[in-house]
């Protein structure tokens, strides 16, 4: 679960009304992606009915809000519980879910106990342990004559004392403690553990002090436990509407976590390759209660790998793994990704580049793009270094050999002398226009390029506009198809911008390569840690809390610049 506050009357992405501003308890299990996942809407309870909640406070183990002359606290108890407390006023917990079958119940289990039934997706237990509950709800829903209001859950503080209750989600069975800790201990608790998890990051400048603690709140808070379809403990992308992992978002989060949390980082790199399927795909995302295989995502996986394995050691069981699951990979883009048999591999789809409206692919489909072609590469070259590794000198040759022909074939199809271009499979139509950052992702080839090629390419980075001062523009600002807020059509992205940063790194542009990571990072230290940023002024864009940005921000200050030492 989660809490959010809506700050504005807008409409909701997955909801075909208005979602009014106020404070909501979400759930971000996977049953709810890209649905209104807020189940309760938090108002305060005066005499004279619900008022809007405002925040006096927040820290990452207590939120302090204001209500009437009262105050109302909240902190997390046990696992998928909310503690919630306050006195000089009540609670109103307002049912805001779409419930598509009307199947929803509410009732109790006991004076003190009631149980939300919520149809199709995960239930509620609210336990009362100070104060008196009042539920305004039908005991039995039959069907749609039954009614349609929704469920109110009101909480009552004693007359001049206070109320303490908990709202736990469940999935099937729920038993309410015999024991709970106190209020306070719970703070304590919270506090301890998100302590434990800040205190592993590296030092920074005092100035970069209070980002960089945001930065560790937004990746700890979006951490969930291995349950149902995830294997392991996974950071989901963001907890409103993007509340999944998707198969080349992990790789920068597992990146951004290498050097605080190794263990930690190593299952959000091997969370996607889990759910394999026997061709040997990667799923487009995974949440707990389903995978979606109408997509890919690009194979940036072996660059991702090499890198984490600067700071990581995996047990060699796990290795194996990963080694056998990146070969898996590579086979299927070359089996069922070449449709013209040149040796190239194609997107059949703007998401399966993770770079979904790119101006890249406005020519159409399939499309054969030079970061693809580059993503392969690498991963065909880390799949050759890891068969070195376990000892089969035969497959690390053959594979090698695989990415010579890649390169060599990319480099006669795809270069024009200044820039890489993408091109239909078929037709070899180009898009009119487009001034990409998709040109400049196979910078991560580094040596592997000749050097007049690096240079060609760096130079015409620098001259047509996709850097600005807040970072690499998806589409430069000079561009007649550039969009403000265009999606990949203009805005700023962390996961292009990590690669790009990294490819000016390896292609001999490490003064260049600091500079744009700096750029990046005094921005989102001034803005926030958004899902993308428009690229004339740097100001954030979409989802405001998304785990890749802060991931992008600490990579950046660990291994990108040098930083003074901290205090």
């Known amino acids: 679960m989660t809490l959010t506050q809506n700050v504005q009357a807008s409409e909701h992405p997955g909801r075909d009304v208005d979602v009014e501003p106020g404070l909501y308890l979400c759930d971000v299990s996977g049953s709810r992606l890209w649905r209104w996942n807020a189940v309760f809407r938090v108002m305060g309870l005066t005499a004279g ?20 002359s009262g105050m109302i606290e909240m902190t997390w108890g046990a696992v998928n519980t909310v503690r919630v407390r306050g006195s000089g006023v009540g609670v109103r917990l307002h049912e805001t879910v ?17 149980r939300l039934q919520m149809g199709e997706d995960a239930h509620f237990a609210v336990d009362v342990l100070q104060g008196s509950i009042g539920v305004e709800a039908p005991m039995v829903r039959t069907g749609p004559d039954a009614g349609s209001a929704p469920k109110i859950v009101d909480i009552h503080p004693p007359a001049g004392g206070s109320f303490d209750f908990t709202i736990t989600l469940y999935r099937s069975g729920y038993v309410t403690p015999e024991h709970r800790s106190g209020f306070g201990e719970d703070v304590v608790e919270v506090a301890r553990a998100f302590s434990e998890w800040r205190d592993a990051y590296p030092a920074v400048p005092a100035e970069r002090e209070p980002t960089a603690t945001v930065a560790a709140y937004v990746q700890w808070g979006a951490l969930v436990r291995a349950d149902g379809l995830l294997q392991r403990e996974g950071m989901l992308m963001a907890k409103h509407w993007m509340n999944a992992i998707w198969s080349w978002d992990h790789c920068f989060n597992a990146l951004g976590l290498a050097r605080a949390h190794p263990s930690v980082a190593w299952d959000q790199f091997m969370v996607v390759l889990d ?3 026997e061709q040997g795909a990667l799923p487009d995302l995974i949440h707990d209660a389903g995978h979606m295989w109408g997509f890919v995502k690009p194979p940036v996986h072996g660059w991702a790998l090499r890198l984490l394995l600067g700071h990581v050691s995996p047990p060699h069981a796990e ?8 070969a898996r990979w590579t086979e299927w883009w070359l089996t ?5 048999g040149d040796g190239l591999c194609e997107y059949f789809h703007g998401c399966d580049s993770g770079q979904d409206n790119s101006t890249a692919y406005d020519m159409g489909f399939p499309a054969v793009g030079p970061d693809l072609a580059a993503f392969l590469i690498v991963q065909m070259d880390v799949v050759a270094e890891l068969a070195l590794r376990f000892g089969d000198r035969a ?11 890649m390169t060599e074939r990319m480099l006669d199809r795809l270069w024009t002398g200044r820039r890489f271009q993408t091109v239909h499979a078929h037709s070899g139509r180009t898009a009119d226009g487009s001034l990409s950052q998709t040109s400049f992702l196979p910078l991560v080839l580094g040596h592997r390029l000749p050097q007049d090629v690096r240079v060609a390419m760096i130079d015409d980075l620098r001259a047509i506009g996709i850097l600005t001062p807040f970072g690499p523009a998806s589409e430069s600002p000079a561009s007649d198809l550039y969009e403000a807020d265009g999606y990949w059509r203009g805005a700023i992205w962390p996961s292009t911008t990590f690669l790009i940063v990294d490819g000016l790194r390896v292609s001999g542009a490490p003064e260049l390569s600091a500079s744009v990571a700096r750029s990046f990072v005094d921005n989102v230290e001034r803005v926030g840690f958004a899902e993308n940023y428009e690229s004339t002024d740097g100001w954030a864009l979409r989802c405001p809390a998304y785990t890749w940005s802060p991931s992008a921000y600490w990579a950046f200050l660990g291994d990108y610049l040098k930083e003074p030492p901290a205090d």
Do not use: H, K
């Open 336 to 340: 069922y990704r070449d449709t013209d």
């Open 395 to 405: 497959e690390s040759a053959r594979w090698s050999a695989r990415a010579d022909s």
């Open 98 to 114: 779409v419930d598509p079958f009307g199947s929803a119940v509410a009732l109790p289990t006991s004076p003190r106990n009631w």
């Open 275 to 277: 759910a394999q399927n």
């Open 319 to 326: 290795l194996a793994a990963a080694y056998q699951a990146l």
């Open 49 to 68: 009915g619900p008022v809007d909640v405002g925040i006096r406070s927040a820290t990452p183990e207590l939120l302090q809000l204001e209500a009437g």
